[in-house]
């Protein structure tokens, strides 16, 4: 469903706010200052109303990025059904609403929501306080606890160990992948400033402690070196490590056929095996040992279709908007879509190819003193 996306006519870093509380303390009001705007109880519900399904948005990095890439990619991950607006507050954060229950349990429980190999933390908000106080350093993820075995598969034991890793959201004890391999499934809400678990233990009383393996699927972007979510290998420290200092890695990620059927995006992997990086400094894309070469025709449509957020058309150069859900360039009526060269115009069906122009084969001119077939020099004329 489309978004109302606010014009963007370049942001800059959030300003210092003044602090309300201490001004006040210390100014003098005049009387006009001090006359306060009353609005009725009944007013005030219908204001509350208005505010429903409203929340704020902010992604897990302290770089700058551009806001129409980050509407245009979050308008295809989430897919709403329904009219939804998004609009900055101040740098990297926004405040989102959505018109319909089924649009705010999608955003607020599925995901995890990446952009950019980076998280992307949500939370309710009230329409009431300062958004740039709401708290957001949370985000859900699927996790994966293998070989428990059945005896301790109960969901009071399973919660317990799955707190250490973080909130609690919903327990499946016999979940099975698409790979035959049964496992435990948690869903969970971590804390992106604490580093990722990779192992959770249980000690019998008279037994031996028994340890057991912590699988994520789907991660944003996550440290080898130290665990910590927002920044690759390369990016901690001066970024210069030994192999054995890694004690984080794709070995931590599940593999892909056995996430959860709602896990969003699950063609799109955001950490895997290391071999070449994309990004700035750690970000992984290289390939799975067995996993096919994407085709260069491939990358193009996925380009075009996926990452519609570099925000211009790929063949005329010019930016591109949401209307309709569909993502268009602005002032032209064309554009080139994934399964082909046929274009598409606003608010119609498919049209024929564009065809190019026809080039004329340039003269080929000889020379004075130079005879036809001889070798004379040559120069093309336009």
Request: charged content about 30%; overall charge neutral.
């Amino acid at each position: 469903m489309a978004a109302k996306i606010p014009k963007e006519g370049g942001s800059s870093g959030a300003k210092t706010k003044p602090d309300l509380e201490n001004l006040l303390k210390k100014l003098v009001l005049v009387d006009e200052e001090l006359d306060d705007v009353v609005i009725p109880q009944d007013d005030f519900m219908n204001l509350r109303e208005e505010a429903r399904w409203m929340a704020v948005v902010r992604v897990h990095t302290d770089r700058h990025f551009s806001n129409q890439p980050f509407f245009q990619k979050m308008d295809v991950a989430w897919g709403f059904a329904k009219k939804w607006s998004i609009r900055p507050v101040e740098d990297n954060l926004f405040i989102l609403q959505v018109s319909c229950l089924g649009d705010w349990n999608r955003v607020m429980n599925d995901g995890p929501w990446i952009f950019r190999q980076l998280g992307v933390m949500i939370e309710p908000y009230d329409g009431i306080v300062d958004p740039s106080s709401v708290v957001l350093d949370h985000i859900n993820v699927w996790i994966q606890v293998r070989g428990v075995p059945p005896l301790f598969r109960k969901e009071e034991i399973v919660r317990d160990m799955a707190t250490r890793i973080g909130e609690v959201k919903g327990v499946d004890l016999y979940a099975l992948g698409a790979s035959g391999t049964s496992f435990v499934r948690v869903r969970m809400r971590i804390d992106v400033n604490k580093r990722l678990l990779r192992f959770v233990r249980l000690h019998p009383e008279g037994n031996e402690r028994i340890s057991f393996q912590v699988m994520y699927e789907k991660l944003p972007r996550f440290c080898d070196i130290c665990g910590y979510l927002g920044h690759g290998d390369q990016e901690c420290g001066d970024g210069v490590h030994e192999e054995g200092d890694k004690q984080y890695g794709s070995w931590m990620v599940a593999p892909v056929e056995d996430w959860h059927p709602q896990t969003s995006g699950v063609r799109g992997r955001t950490h895997v095996d290391e071999g070449s990086h994309r990004g700035r400094g750690g970000g992984r894309g290289g390939r799975r040992e067995g996993e096919n070469r994407k085709r260069p025709s491939d990358e193009k449509s996925e380009r075009v279709q996926e990452d519609a957020g570099a925000g211009i058309n790929q063949r005329s150069g010019a930016p591109l908007s949401i209307t309709d859900g569909k993502v268009q360039p602005q002032d032209t009526e064309e554009m080139e879509v994934a399964d082909g060269d046929a274009g598409v115009k606003s608010g119609t069906g498919p049209i024929s190819p564009v065809k190019p122009p026809a080039v004329k084969k340039p003269k080929k001119v000889v020379t004075s003193g130079a005879k036809a077939g001889s070798s004379g020099e040559c120069r093309q004329e336009q």
